[in-house]
């Protein structure tokens, strides 16, 4: 998680307005689909067809970051420098860097771009997948 941090760090060129940075809580319920916005996806998401894989709530003062379990599984993300699938790694990276824009004032809300980073959803083969240089260059 280190990594990613860091990887927003840079990416976003900004420190982050979060006490000793944001960390994660495992593990998360899911959220309803009122409780998030899933973007152009929201339909997808209400259907049971779609699930959030993190969310972070714009101006949350704890800078605190969802993630359930059943996308993510903290031993292994902690474990990524000895060998981790490397796409799952850069995924999670994506995801922590877009959760961690909201800290920032970045909003789902209103992002039409699918190739941005603060598009609603990230998933393997979606424009915004790999879409981090800061994520690609951590190797796991």
Known sequence: MESAEAAARAYWHTTLPCPTGAHAVYPATLPTPNEVNAGPDQAALRAGTMEVQAWAAYGDPTCTVHLPTVDWDQQVLEE?????????????????????????????????????????????????????????????
Do not use: R
């Open 80 to 140: 990524h420098e000895s060998g981790i699938d490397a796409n799952y790694y850069h995924l999670f990276c994506d995801v922590w860097v877009h959760e961690l824009g909201h800290f920032l004032g970045h909003l789902d809300e209103g992002q039409t771009n699918p190739a941005s980073i603060e598009y609603p959803t990230i998933e393997e083969g979606s424009p915004n997948y790999n879409s981090v240089p800061e994520c690609l260059q951590i190797v796991a």
